[in-house]
C-alpha cells in the first residue's frame, strides 16, 4: 500500500505551510536527486487572469533543495492547445515571468518542454486500449527525476484536476492533447444562443462562424479543446455528458502511463489542496474557493496521492460565497453532475500506475 504523507495548512507552533512543505521535501529527500542529475519540476504557470495557481515560493523552495544536492533543477510545463498566451512558447514564457516563475527569482530555467513552437515532441509506442503511441514534450525526456506539484481544483471535463491531470494534459504535447479531447465535439441548442459570437472568437481553429439567424460548427476543424463551452455565457454550447468525460479520463491516465514509465520510481508528487477553486488554472480568472484550505500531500504514487485528495476534499463543508453555497456533498460531483472524477483513477490503476489505496501519515507538523 502506497503511504501518502500529509501537512495542514494550519499554523502550528508559529509554523505555516511554506516552512512545513519545505521540512516535508526534505524528510522525504527522494534518492533520485542526485548529484548533476538533471531534476524536472512540473508545475502550471496559470492561464493568464488566473490567480490560483501555485505560488512560486513553494518552486523557489524546492529548486533551493535540489542545488543543496548539486543536482541541476528546470520549471517546465508544455504549450496549450486553445488560444491564449500559454499556446505559443514565447508567449508562455512571457507569462510565467509576470508570474513570478523568472530565472532570477526561480534561481533556475524555466523551460517549454515541447518548444517555442510545439514541435520538440517524442512519439513513444504503447500498446494500450486508447493509444498505439503517446506524444509528449521532448524536453520531459531530458529529466533524470521529476517532482510534479499540482493545485488540486475542479475541472470541466474530469471532474476533478490533479496529478494524473498534471502529467497527461501537463506534459503531452500539443497533438497529444489533441487526441485525449478528440471525443469532446460540443453539442449546439440553439434556443439558448443569443449570437453573441463569442465562441468563434474563441476558437482556435477557426471551427465556429456565428451570423444570425446561422450558426455553423465545422466537426472536421474542431479539436475538442472545449474552449468555446467554457467561455459560451448562456450553455448553449455543451458536452454530451455521457461515455465521453470517461473517454477523456482513461485517454488521461494512458498518457500519464508514458511519463511514469519513463522515470519509474523516479517521480515525487506533491498536490496542494489549497485554494480550491470550482474550475482548472487554465481559466482566465479564479471563482473563490469552494472549501477551506486543507493542506499538502506527498507521495510517490500519482493513483494514492489523487484518491487521498479527493477522500480530503469530499468531506468539507462547502462555503458561503461560493459557487455551490447552500449545497451539501462532494464538490467535483455537485459541479460536474455527469462526471465521475474518480473514472481517471480507477482506470489508472488498473494501468499500474498505482494504488486507490492507501496509507496516509498525517505528520501533525
Ligand atoms: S457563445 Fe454561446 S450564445 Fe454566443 S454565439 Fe456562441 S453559442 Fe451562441
Ligand atoms: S469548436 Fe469549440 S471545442 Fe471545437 S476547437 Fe473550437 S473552441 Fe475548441
Not at 449545497?327 to 460536474?336: A, C, P, Q, V
Request: include cysteine.
Amino acid at each position: 500500500m502506497s503511504q501518502v504523507f500529509f501537512v495542514s495548512s494550519r499554523v502550528l507552533k508559529n509554523k505555516g505551510i511554506l516552512q512545513k512543505f519545505t521540512e516535508l521535501l526534505e524528510m522525504i529527500n527522494p534518492p533520485f536527486i542526485q548529484k548533476e542529475n538533471n531534476i524536472l519540476i512540473k508545475t502550471h504557470f496559470g492561464e493568464d487572469g488566473n490567480t490560483a495557481y501555485i505560488n512560486p515560493l513553494y518552486i523557489r523552495k524546492t529548486v533551493d533543495f535540489i542545488r543543496k544536492k548539486e543536482a541541476y533543477p528546470f520549471i517546465g510545463d508544455t504549450n496549450t492547445l486553445y488560444s491564449g498566451r500559454r499556446k505559443n512558447g514565447v508567449t508562455h514564457l512571457d507569462l510565467a515571468i509576470e508570474h513570478g516563475f523568472s530565472y532570477a527569482s526561480m534561481n533556475a530555467p524555466v523551460v517549454i518542454l515541447d518548444g517555442l513552437k510545439s514541435n520538440n515532441v517524442k512519439d513513444i509506442p504503447v500498446n494500450l486500449q486508447h493509444f498505439k503511441s503517446v506524444q509528449l514534450g521532448g524536453e520531459f525526456f531530458s529529466a533524470d527525476g521529476m517532482i510534479v506539484i499540482t493545485h488540486v481544483k475542479g475541472h470541466l471535463i474530469a471532474g476533478m484536476g490533479a496529478a494524473i491531470k498534471n502529467l497527461s494534459m501537463g506534459l503531452g504535447s500539443r497533438t497529444q492533447k489533441q487526441r485525449m479531447h478528440g471525443d469532446i465535439k460540443p453539442e449546439y441548442v440553439q434556443k439558448k444562443c443569443i449570437y453573441c459570437g463569442l465562441c468563434a472568437k474563441v476558437c482556435p481553429e477557426s471551427a465556429i462562424t456565428v451570423n444570425k439567424p446561422d450558426f455553423n460548427l465545422n466537426r472536421d476543424l474542431c479539436v475538442g479543446c472545449a474552449e468555446c463551452i467554457t467561455h459560451c455565457p448562456t450553455q448553449a454550447l455543451k458536452i454530451l455528458w455521457n461515455e465521453k468525460p470517461a473517454l477523456l479520463a482513461e485517454k488521461m491516465a494512458e498518457t500519464a502511463f508514458v511519463a511514469i514509465n519513463h522515470l519509474p520510481g523516479k517521480i515525487l508528487f506533491f498536490n496542494f489542496l489549497i485554494n480550491i477553486t470550482p474550475d482548472c488554472d487554465c481559466m482566465s480568472w479564479s471563482d473563490n474557493a469552494l472549501i477551506n484550505d486543507i493542506g499538502v500531500l506527498a507521495s510517490y504514487d500519482p493513483v494514492a496521492i489523487d484518491q487521498a485528495s479527493y477522500d480530503l476534499i469530499s468531506q468539507q463543508k462547502i462555503l458561503n460565497n461560493s459557487v455551490l453555497e447552500d449545497k451539501d456533498g462532494d464538490i467535483f460531483t455537485l459541479l460536474r453532475p455527469g462526471i465521475d472524477p474518480l473514472r481517471q483513477l480507477e482506470y489508472a490503476e488498473s494501468l499500474g500506475l498505482g494504488s486507490r489505496k492507501y496509507d496516509a501519515v498525517d505528520l501533525k507538523w
